[in-house]
C-alpha cells in the first residue's frame, strides 16, 4: 500500500478542506467514501427437553433422575464477522469530467460509494445465508410398544411393561456381542444392523422416561459502525432462558464491544505536499484506513470472539493529484468499497 500512494503521488489534503464552503463550483460526478461497517452474525443454540410420559417412574426403574416440567435453554455456538462499506456523508466528493482531465467512467455501487475510475469495481460477495442442519424425524415411541403396553390399564403398570421391554433389549444385545444369540447373524452387515435396531428400540421406549430433547441453531444479525469511543459499550445481551436479547434489555447478560485501534496507517510521503501548490480543480479523494481489533467479552472480560479489519473511520482522506488524468495519460484505478482504500493503479498514455 505505501508503494503503492507514493505512485500516485498523494496529498495530505483533509477531507473537510476539500468538501469547505467557497469552493469553485465544478462539472463532475457524485460520489462517496465510505465507513466501515462490520456485520456480525451470532449463532445460538436452542435446546429443548420435553418429559416423558413416565418420568416420575425414571428413578425407581433406572436410579436416573428425569425432568418432569419442560425445559428450554440457550447458548451462543458462534460468532462471525465480515466487513461492509456505507457511505459517509461527510465524506462527498464532486471528480470533475472536463477536457482537462481524462476521466472517462466513474464506478459506483448502489449507495454511492466509490468503487472505481475508468474501470469497473468489484462488487464484495453477498453475504452467505445461513442455513440450520436439517433435523432427524423424532421417534414415536408407540410405534415400538408391544401389545401388552398399549393395553395396560394404568402408568403404573405401563412403567413396568416398558422397563422389562428395555432392559429385555439390552440383554439381546449382550447375547449378541458375546456370540450367544439364538439366531447370530450371518455377516458384519447383518450384525450392524441388528445393533441399530435394538438402539433404535431402547431410545424410542427410554423417551418416555427420560423425554425427548430437540436442538435448533438460529442466526442474528448485527450491523455497527465501530469507532474510537467503543469501550465496554453493551452491544447486546444473552439469557440462557430467554437467549439473545437487545442492550437495553435486563433479563439477559451483559456481551461488550471493545475497539483498539492499532495505529496502522499507510505513510504519505513527502513530496506529495508538492501537488497541494498546484491550481487545479481535480478533486479525487480516497481513504488510508486504520487497522483496528474489535473484542467481544462477557461482563467478567472472559472474551468470546475478536475479529482485526482495516475501517476507514480510523484513517484519514487523502487527495490524488489530478496530473493522473491529464491530457497525455491517463489512470485506472480500483478502490476497496469497504474501506475505500486504493487497490489497484493502471496508468497509460492517451493515444
Known amino acids: 500500500m505505501k508503494k503503492l500512494l507514493t505512485s500516485i ?11 469547505a464552503g467557497g ?15 462490520v456485520r456480525m452474525q451470532v449463532l445460538v443454540e436452542k435446546t429443548s427437553i420435553m418429559p416423558g410420559q413416565l418420568a416420575d417412574y425414571s428413578e425407581l426403574y433406572f436410579k436416573k433422575n428425569a425432568s418432569t416440567t419442560p425445559q ?24 470533475a469530467v472536463d477536457k482537462k482531465h481524462s476521466v472517462f ?11 472505481a475510475i475508468n474501470t469497473k469495481g468489484k462488487a464484495l460477495p453477498r453475504p452467505k445465508v445461513f442455513r440450520a442442519a436439517q433435523k432427524a424425524a423424532p421417534l414415536n415411541s408407540r410405534d415400538y410398544m408391544s401389545q401388552d403396553i398399549l393395553a395396560a390399564a394404568n402408568l403404573p403398570k405401563m412403567a413396568q411393561l416398558v422397563a422389562q421391554e428395555v432392559y429385555d433389549i439390552r440383554d439381546s444385545r449382550n447375547q449378541l456381542s458375546r456370540g450367544e444369540a439364538d439366531n447370530m447373524p450371518k455377516d458384519g452387515e447383518q450384525l450392524r444392523l441388528m445393533y441399530r435396531q435394538l ?3 431402547e431410545r424410542a421406549l ?13 442466526e442474528t444479525v448485527m450491523t455497527f459502525v465501530p469507532q474510537p469511543t467503543d469501550l465496554r459499550r453493551v452491544l447486546f445481551r444473552f439469557s440462557k432462558r430467554f437467549g439473545l436479547t437487545t442492550a437495553d434489555d435486563f433479563s439477559g447478560e451483559p456481551f461488550y464491544l471493545n475497539v483498539e485501534n492499532e495505529g496502522i496507517i499507510a505513510d504519505v510521503p513527502a513530496d506529495a505536499l508538492k501537488a497541494d501548490k498546484e491550481k487545479d480543480d481535480f478533486s479525487l479523494g480516497v481513504n488510508l484506513p486504520g487497522k483496528i481489533r474489535l473484542t467481544i467479552t462477557k461482563a467478567d472480560g472472559t472474551p468470546v470472539a475478536s475479529y482485526e479489519t482495516d475501517a476507514a473511520q480510523f484513517g484519514r482522506v487523502v487527495m490524488l493529484n489530478g496530473a493522473l488524468f491529464g491530457k497525455k495519460f491517463t489512470s485506472d484505478i480500483v478502490l476497496d468499497p469497504t474501506t475505500g482504500a486504493v487497490v489497484e493503479l493502471k496508468t497509460q498514455p492517451l493515444d
Open 9 to 19: 503521488f498523494l496529498t495530505t489534503v483533509a477531507a473537510t478542506t476539500a468538501m
Open 23 to 37: 469552493e469553485k463550483k465544478v462539472d463532475g460526478l457524485d460520489y462517496y467514501l465510505p465507513k466501515t461497517a
Open 206 to 218: 427410554m423417551q418416555l422416561f427420560t423425554g425427548t430433547v430437540s436442538t435448533d441453531t438460529t
Open 72 to 95: 428450554t435453554t440457550y447458548r451462543i455456538v458462534g460468532v462471525n464477522f465480515t466487513s461492509e462499506g456505507q457511505p459517509d456523508t461527510d465524506k462527498k466528493f464532486t471528480v
Open 199 to 201: 438402539d433404535t428400540q
Open 105 to 115: 467512467t466513474i464506478d459506483c455501487a448502489p449507495n454511492g460509494v466509490l468503487r
